[in-house]
Nanobody, 126 residues
Framework: HVQLAESGGGSVQPGGALRLTCKISGRAYADNCVAWFRQAPGKEREGVAAIYIGVGSPYYPDSTKGRFTITQDNDKSTVYLQIDSLKSEDTGMYYC???????????????????WGQGTQVTVSS
């Protein structure tokens, strides 16, 4: 039974940092991709970081390179998202998702991902 549970969101001021946690249970922590997506009010869900669990290879879209860092802890079956220098445009609901497909390169198409968590809210405001 696959479950993903996000935590770590909150309200922060611009320039601050947060670390989001995605605890994964079931067969979604293996040789597969896990990604973080965010959805701002009135906007489409967008991928912000992904990692191939098998070797820990990270992937980032150009929009988040340099401020977002995705890592994994194999002992805890957990994926983290560190967000530094937070901006107001980072505000949104952040979701963790797992793609159980047999692929070695992780993408950011939401329809590729099979399982999703409930999300954790990040609000950046002064």
């Amino acid at each position: 039974h696959v479950q993903l549970a996000e935590s770590g969101g909150g309200s922060v001021q611009p320039g601050g940092a947060l670390r989001l946690t995605c605890k994964i249970s079931g067969r979604a922590y293996a040789d597969n991709c896990v990604a973080w997506f965010r959805q701002a009010p009135g906007k489409e869900r967008e991928g912000v970081a992904a990692i191939y669990i098998g070797v820990g290879s990270p992937y980032y879209p150009d929009s988040t390179k340099g401020r977002f860092t995705i890592t994994q802890d194999n002992d805890k079956s957990t994926v983290y998202l560190q967000i530094d220098s937070l901006k107001s445009e980072d505000t949104g609901m952040y979701y963790c998702a797992a793609d159980l497909g047999l692929r070695r390169i992780c993408g950011f198409g939401a329809t590729t991902y099979d399982y999703w968590g409930q999300g954790t809210q990040v609000t950046v405001s002064s």
